[in-house]
């Protein structure tokens, strides 16, 4: 295996001045990951949604093409293979559209590795007031969000929460519909295939640490005869922007085949702290 990357980082000190000053950090990543050796008596392993092969990446996604719901039969449908398929239809694009698992296409669905990550911390002080904040962002990768299986599918798994989205579910009265006819029998149609309906964007911009202090000048700590005096709060996570439908795009996982998969994971919780530094 072979990983590969750049990682920059700038510091700016764009204003200094004797009441105001403006500190500015930006770091920067990007790295890939290629599979460069398979034993020859397995050259391709497919370990859940992954396929490992010379080329790849240990963290690209390998899954049957989803495309969407069959308005006739409210069956899922997947785009056929480079054949021929029975049970198969050509919509108005052209594309050869099965619900037979045999005849379903596999390709690559992104990866779990973002094509950029980066983040950038700037400080803000005026007189004895100072502002400071963290930003950080993740660009370009892929999530299995495992937790669609659990609520776009909820008839199959009892006692499950509901996603809203099962409520635009196929009937007879909604033909363009987004997710398959509810069944109570896990099929190739709901909960019983790994498919690309479950992969999603996992880009997102997050705010995640915001702080506002006060320290004490010198003439004041003269008087309480101290030698530093800070009072300061902050608040970690304050927002995240994403398209991601999930609970958190920042998914964790082991460095391996599970990483970018989000099985539920609890989302990371906003914090505040209040703080007071003295020093005599």
Request: no cysteine; charged share 20%; glycine share 8%.
């Amino acid at each position: 295996m072979f990983n590969r990357g750049i990682e920059l980082q700038i510091d700016l000190v764009p204003v200094k001045t004797k009441d105001f000053s403006w500190t500015l950090s930006i770091n920067a990543t990007t790295y890939r990951n290629e599979i460069t050796r398979m034993p020859e008596s397995n050259p391709e392993i497919i370990s859940g949604t992954k396929k490992l092969k010379v080329g790849s990446s240990l963290f690209d996604y390998w899954l049957r093409e989803w495309y969407g719901v069959d308005p006739a039969t409210g069956n899922a449908e997947y785009r056929a293979a480079n054949f021929v398929a029975s049970n198969s239809r050509i919509n108005q694009k052209g594309d050869t559209l099965t619900t037979s698992l045999n005849n379903a296409r596999f390709r690559y669905n992104g990866s779990a590795i973002p094509d950029f990550t980066g983040g950038m911390n700037f400080t803000l002080g005026y007189k004895a007031f100072d502002i400071s904040a963290y930003l950080y962002t993740s660009i370009g990768n892929e999530i299995w969000n495992q937790s669609r299986w659990f609520t776009d599918f909820n008839q199959t798994f009892e006692g499950a929460a509901k996603s809203k989205r099962l409520l635009e579910a196929w009937t007879p009265q909604n033909l363009d519909a987004t997710i398959p006819i509810v069944e109570r029998v896990s099929n190739f149609s709901n909960a019983n295939v790994a498919n690309s309906h479950y992969i999603e964007d996992g880009s997102y911009l997050r705010l995640q640490n915001l702080t506002l202090g006060y320290s004490a000048p010198a003439s004041v700590l003269q008087k309480l005869k101290m030698e530093r005096l800070r009072v300061f709060g902050s608040v970690n996570n304050l927002f995240t922007i994403t398209g991601y439908e999930g609970l958190d795009p920042a998914v964790g996982g082991n460095a391996d085949t599970t990483f970018g998969i989000d099985v539920g994971n609890y989302p990371v919780t906003r914090g505040w702290t209040f703080g007071l530094n003295l020093s005599f």
